[in-house]
């Protein structure tokens, strides 16, 4: 089980891509897809749901593509993996309070929902930024 599916990761490279160019204009989704290995269809659906989402802002003409909508240390990686493919689940049971009808008497609930409450924080305290430290070989 992937928790994190191809496209997400495809979407993160893209983001990342985008916090490296921040200030300086927009950037095709043909450069993106090209530095970051990214089919290119592939690429232009996910820009659009990126755009969808507000963490993109799409920009037209002979110069245009995708900008970050907010500075790079203001994006999280779990808003990007939510933007791609809605909230992380650990298991359907812990979708809603009515999804499983042995959610009162579960010992496994409590546990799953403690480790994607880990998870969910983890991922929300890594920004673009730290990313793209990383890939530079920096360290934040």
Do not use: H, W
């Amino acid at each position: 089980m992937d928790i994190l599916r191809r496209n997400t990761d495809y979407a993160l490279r893209a983001m990342v891509n985008l916090a490296g160019e921040y200030g300086n204009g927009a950037v095709s989704t043909r450069k993106i897809s090209d530095k970051e290995d990214v089919p290119y269809q592939l690429a232009c659906k996910l820009m659009q749901k990126l755009n969808r989402t507000k963490l993109v802002e799409s920009c037209m003409g002979p110069k245009g593509g995708f900008v970050l909508n907010r500075e790079p240390s203001k994006i999280s990686l779990l808003e990007v993996v939510e933007a791609i493919q809605g909230p992380i689940s650990l298991n359907r049971c812990l979708l809603s309070l009515d999804a499983c009808a042995r959610e009162k008497d579960c010992p496994i609930r409590a546990k799953l929902i403690e480790l994607q409450k880990c998870i969910s924080s983890y991922l929300g305290g890594i920004s673009l930024d730290e990313l793209l430290s990383s890939r530079d070989g920096q360290s934040k």
